[in-house]
């Protein structure tokens, strides 16, 4: 939706910031990069990271099962239509309006990210067990894929096709698996493992990925064809996501940067955030292209504004905020989860105010979100657990 009264609102207010960002780029190569260990340690990627979440080494694969017309004579008068109320206009929710329902998923699993399919249904990773596993949440049935011997799952997006995509970290491979027969089609990256973290689809179809060693990459569905890119500053690239224009974005947790992806020549310029060393772990586009951080490190919300090349920042509430990941939902309300706080922090841009939603489940480690229209998925990677914040649309 079009938040035009906002953006101009939000846009006076970015005049009066210091854009900090430092063009570069780095040249297109096929590259053989080094062999990381096959971890989400984003906080061991670099020396300079304070100590991150629970570790997240691969464990054994663990398989398992699977009008009537208007006659001629009376002209049809059209009734008059109230013009459609622009998304920065609309009511937030109030926090009443959200309630919270969780979903167990096999013991052992570690679900690490989650993706809501168009069907209803809901893909996850299980990092531990090597499985990408699919939840009816009307029925609550659990169906997992087994992933092959060691497997190690990152991250999963869902094509508007209806194919899951999974970074497997574990077996240095992009995945597209079938929802109607859970086929696996496997694309193998040349060179050592470089620890696959999380994929966005571009404007055109293709896959774009980040491998925490110092690369990203892509994958040609209609071609097959793999393309793996040296990132800028080594180290680092973690979360990605595409802008409504299909432009790939990825934010680099080690190297503490936003980098934009060209797609044409594979080179990304970099784009730093006002707080040196922030840590730049996920990023998600608004409908107005503006790319919002969370700032690991700094225990912080950035966002930075490609048309005015401005950034700003907001800390989060608490005395250790910790945000992980960030997804803005239809309404351009900006979500992150805080493993400070164990909660989902809701952020409106409007009135630049922070809401916290405490998940019911103590240290649940909500890492990746993902949404639908009316409801927020996150995925309890320490209590085997699934999470969804839906609104009543009251």
Same mark, same amino acid.
């Given at each position: 939706?079009?938040?035009?009264?906002?953006?101009?609102?939000?846009?006076?207010?970015?005049?009066?910031?210091?854009?900090?960002?430092?063009?570069?780029?780095?040249?297109?190569?096929?590259?053989?990069?080094?062999?990381?260990?096959?971890?989400?340690?984003?906080?061991?990627?670099?020396?300079?990271?304070?100590?991150?979440?629970?570790?997240?080494? %691969?464990?054994?694969?663990?398989?398992?099962?699977?009008?009537?017309?208007?006659?001629?004579?009376? %002209?049809?008068?059209?009734?008059?239509?109230?013009?459609?109320?622009?998304?920065?206009?609309?009511?937030?929710?109030?926090? /009443?309006?959200?309630?919270? #329902?969780?979903?167990?998923? *096999?013991?052992?699993?570690?679900?690490?990210?989650?993706?809501?399919?168009?069907?209803?249904?809901?893909?996850?990773?299980?990092?531990?067990?090597?499985?990408?596993?699919?939840?009816?949440?009307?029925?609550?049935?659990?169906?997992?894929?087994?992933?092959?011997?060691?497997?190690?799952?990152?991250?999963? &997006?869902?094509?508007?096709?209806?194919?899951?995509?999974?970074?497997?970290?574990?077996?240095?491979?992009?995945?597209?698996?079938?929802? $109607?027969?859970? #086929?696996?089609?496997?694309?193998?990256? *040349?060179?050592?493992?470089?620890?696959?973290?999380?994929?966005?689809?571009?404007?055109?179809?293709?896959?774009?990925?980040?491998?925490?060693?110092?690369?990203?990459?892509? &994958?040609?569905?209609?071609?097959?064809?793999?393309?793996?890119?040296?990132?800028?500053?080594?180290?680092?690239?973690?979360?990605?996501?595409?802008?409504?224009?299909?432009? &790939?974005?990825?934010?680099?947790?080690?190297?503490?940067?936003?980098?934009?992806?060209?797609?044409?020549?594979?080179?990304?310029?970099?784009?730093? *955030?006002?707080?040196?060393?922030?840590?730049?772990?996920?990023?998600?586009?608004?409908?107005?292209?503006?790319?919002?951080? /969370?700032?690991?490190?700094?225990?912080?919300?950035?966002?930075?504004?490609?048309?005015? $090349?401005?950034?700003?920042?907001?800390?989060?509430?608490?005395?250790?905020?910790?945000?992980?990941?960030?997804?803005?939902?239809?309404? $351009?309300?900006?979500?992150?989860?805080?493993?400070? /706080?164990?909660?989902?922090?809701?952020?409106? *841009?409007?009135? #630049?105010?922070?809401?916290?939603?405490?998940?019911?489940?103590?240290?649940?480690?909500?890492?990746?979100?993902?949404?639908? %229209?009316?409801?927020?998925?996150?995925?309890?990677?320490?209590?085997?657990?699934?999470?969804?914040?839906?609104?009543?649309?009251?």
């Amino acid at each position: 939706m079009n938040r035009t009264l906002q953006l101009v609102t939000l846009n006076l207010l970015l005049a009066a910031c210091t854009s900090t960002s430092e063009p570069s780029s780095s040249p297109t190569s096929l590259s053989t990069p080094t062999s990381p260990a096959a971890t989400d340690a984003g906080a061991t990627a670099s020396p300079q990271l304070p100590a991150g979440p629970p570790a997240e080494t %691969p464990a054994a694969a663990s398989p398992t099962a699977a009008s009537s017309p208007t006659p001629a004579s009376t %002209p049809a008068v059209p009734e008059p239509t109230a013009a459609p109320t622009p998304a920065g206009l609309q009511p937030v929710p109030p926090a /009443s309006a959200y309630a919270f #329902e969780e979903y167990d998923v *096999p013991a052992g699993s570690h679900p690490h990210d989650v993706a809501p399919a168009p069907d209803g249904t809901v893909w996850y990773t299980g990092q531990r067990n090597g499985t990408l596993g699919r939840l009816d949440p009307a029925t609550g049935e659990v169906t997992e894929i087994d992933l092959g011997g060691g497997s190690a799952p990152h991250g999963v &997006v869902v094509a508007p096709d209806g194919i899951a995509w999974v970074t497997d970290s574990g077996r240095n491979e992009m995945q597209s698996v079938d929802p $109607d027969t859970g #086929e696996i089609t496997r694309y193998t990256l *040349p060179g050592g493992n470089v620890n696959l973290n999380t994929a966005a689809i571009d404007g055109n179809g293709v896959v774009w990925f980040t491998g925490q060693g110092g690369v990203y990459g892509r &994958v040609d569905p209609a071609s097959g064809e793999v393309e793996v890119f040296d990132a800028p500053r080594g180290t680092g690239p973690y979360g990605i996501d595409a802008t409504p224009a299909g432009e &790939v974005w990825y934010s680099s947790l080690a190297g503490s940067y936003l980098g934009r992806i060209h797609s044409e020549t594979g080179e990304v310029t970099v784009y730093d *955030p006002p707080t040196p060393r922030a840590g730049a772990r996920r990023v998600w586009s608004d409908s107005q292209g503006r790319l919002w951080i /969370s700032e690991w490190n700094a225990g912080q919300l950035g966002m930075y504004d490609p048309a005015a $090349d401005e950034w700003r920042e907001w800390p989060l509430p608490g005395n250790n905020p910790q945000p992980y990941s960030v997804y803005v939902d239809e309404l $351009d309300l900006v979500w992150l989860t805080d493993f400070g /706080s164990n909660a989902l922090v809701r952020f409106d *841009p409007a009135t #630049e105010a922070f809401e916290s939603f405490p998940i019911p489940t103590g240290g649940a480690a909500v890492r990746q979100q993902l949404g639908r %229209p009316g409801e927020l998925w996150g995925a309890e990677s320490a209590r085997d657990k699934l999470v969804v914040l839906r609104w009543s649309g009251e």
